[in-house]
């Protein structure tokens, strides 16, 4: 079992950064890939970033390509999400999610740990 804890979300004016961590314990392994999803109000879950364990190949969602960062220390089981230029529609919960594969998927089915999640509130 993997249990992963999100930190860093918290209120940042437009154009201003976050940097969102994600710590893994448990059952950890550098093989899973890793992947940010968020969600707000009224709105399903989406995927925001992805990284792969063996290569760090990563994916973005359009939406955040060219502001967003994800990056991974597997030294220390900890995958970052460096957001810069936020915009008010960036504004959600958002979710780190461990998969068993080393592969980066776009779809929540595909991840089996999930955080609780951290709270990003971007003001205009």
């Known amino acids: 079992q993997v249990q992963l804890v999100e930190s860093g979300g918290g209120l940042v004016q437009a154009g201003g950064s976050l940097r969102l961590s994600c710590a893994a314990s448990?059952?950890?392994?550098?093989?899973?890939?890793m992947g940010w999803f968020r969600q707000a109000p009224g709105k399903e879950r989406e995927f925001v970033a992805g990284?792969?364990?063996?290569?760090?190949?990563?994916r973005y969602a359009d939406s955040v390509k060219g502001r967003f960062t994800i990056s991974r220390d597997n030294a220390k089981n900890t995958v970052y999400l460096q957001m810069n230029s936020l915009k008010p529609e960036d504004t959600a919960v958002y979710y780190c999610?461990?998969?068993?594969?080393?592969?980066?998927?776009?779809?929540?089915?595909?991840?089996?740990?999930w955080g609780q999640g951290t709270q990003v509130t971007v003001s205009s």
């Open positions: 999610a461990g998969a068993r594969l080393d592969i980066i998927a776009v779809i929540t089915s595909w991840y089996v740990y």
């Open positions: 448990g059952r950890t392994s550098v093989s899973y890939a």
């Open positions: 990284i792969s364990g063996s290569d760090s190949r990563t």
